[in-house]
């Protein structure tokens, strides 16, 4: 295989690649400007303005952005209408992410714009930048100051592969299509799901004030109970007699995780962890510390044991509440939410400690319904990480095509 041919190519196809300036790919190139943020006039117009908050959200494509400008804010800066179909590159903050725009825009000179009069061409020329972006190819290129940035020579200066013959160009390109479109139908359906569990979230449990939720299994009529917290929790104390016990756990805002994978391979825990709080399965970690109230309840259903710093408390729930039933109206019930602003303690980093904890009043249903809404948000959140892994599978499918089929 030659130096200047990829590693994995469609049949037919043996000539070697050619080294092109990105420069030489399309027929219009610029980077965008900003109106002045004092003058309002110029932001209460219908010209839809790119910003980097639009990108980093982006899954590659534009539809619609934050703010719009009006045509005095236009005029008045040296922002342009980039035409639907064009690629912007990031240049500052989010340096070498990019997207295709599905809308005509103006810019911020935050963006290097670049419009293709042939999208086979644009379309391959989008997914070598993808690879640059994943390769962490533009930090050899970037300034650095009080920002890290690019400037727009060293956009189209930039040099790549690309293949010759334009039967090549289109089947790659088609390719990588198809592969976008299947991960941004996953990505849909995930963000569905997501919807549709923030919207049972809000009906299955009762607004505040209420006794009854909007929302509810058939066969349960009765009012829901107020009851104190600490007379359903138990709290589990057992540590470990020996270093590396049991395996260690990373209690985190996002859940509970093998230490190992949560660091890519990695274990942060002390050297000897002799003396660390035991978790058995089912039993809840508190995270009682927090930047921004988010105080959040994990449970084990990782392994028989493991192990967590003793910064986290470890509690159960006895035989009258269902441990799935309380993760899901603590973690994500607004109950919990008015209680720790009220109780908690500390500055710019806030702590609420177990025994406050149990001072709060929960409203909870009789056993019977708790465990069918526990069970209930158990089985979405396990459709919605099915999904996750899916989509997380198609994108490193991506990154791996796309690094053995160009040079």
């Known amino acids: ?23 030489d790919l399309f027929i219009k190139g610029g980077s965008g400007g900003t109106p002045k943020s004092t003058n309002k006039a110029f932001y209460d117009g219908d010209i839809p303005f790119l910003g980097i908050s639009d990108i980093t959200k982006s899954n590659g494509f534009i539809n619609n952005t934050e703010k719009h400008i009006s045509s005095d804010g236009l005029n008045s800066s040296a922002a342009w209408i980039v035409s639907k179909g064009a690629i912007s590159l990031a240049m500052y903050a989010s340096v070498g992410k990019l997207a295709i725009l599905n809308i ?46 690019l400037n727009a020579d060293k956009v189209k200066n930039f040099q790549m592969y ?8 289109k089947l790659i390109s088609t390719f990588f299509k198809q592969i976008d479109n299947t991960i941004t139908l996953h990505q849909r359906k995930l963000d569905l799901l997501k919807e549709q569990k923030k919207g049972y979230l809000q009906k299955m449990f009762p607004k505040n004030g209420a006794k009854v939720p909007e929302l509810r299994f058939a066969g349960f009529a009765d009012d829901w109970e107020e009851r104190k917290l600490g007379d359903y929790i138990i709290q589990y104390s057992e540590k470990t007699k020996q270093n590396n016990q049991y395996p260690v756990f990373t209690s985190s805002r ?72 309380l993760q899901y109206q603590l973690n994500e019930g607004s109950e919990f939410r008015r209680f720790s602003l009220l109780q908690k303690q500390g500055g710019s980093r806030t702590y609420m400690y177990l025994n406050k904890l149990q001072n709060m009043i929960l409203t909870i249903p009789k056993l019977e319904e708790q465990q069918k809404i526990g069970s209930f948000f158990k089985q979405l ?19 791996g095509f796309l690094q053995k089929m160009f040079v």
Not at 263 to 284: C, H, L, M
Not at 385 to 398: F, G, T
Request: glycine share 4%; aromatic share 14%.
């Open 254 to 325: 996002n859940g509970l995780f093998f230490q190992k994978d949560y660091y890519k391979g990695n274990q942060i825990a002390s050297e000897d962890n002799t003396g660390y709080n035991i978790v058995p399965r089912g039993y809840f970690t508190y995270r009682h510390m927090s930047d921004d109230l988010v105080f959040k309840f994990n449970i084990n259903d990782l392994a028989d044991y493991g192990i967590v710093s003793t910064l986290y408390p470890v509690f159960t729930t006895n035989e009258q509440l269902d441990s799935k039933y």
């Open 162 to 169: 690309l293949p010759k013959n334009h039967d090549e160009i």
């Open 104 to 149: 005509d825009a103006a810019t911020s000179q935050a963006f290097y714009n670049m419009i293709f009069d042939d999208y086979d061409l644009r379309d391959l020329v989008y997914q070598r930048l993808n690879k640059a972006n994943e390769l962490s190819e533009w930090n050899k290129l970037i300034s650095t100051g009080t920002q890290s940035n």
């Open 1 to 23: 295989m030659s130096k200047k041919s990829p590693q994995l190519r469609f049949k037919g196809f043996t000539d070697d690649w050619e080294e092109r300036k990105l420069s």
């Open 381 to 399: 959140d396990d459709t919605i990480a099915l999904h996750q892994r899916k989509l997380d599978l198609l994108k490193e499918q991506k990154k």
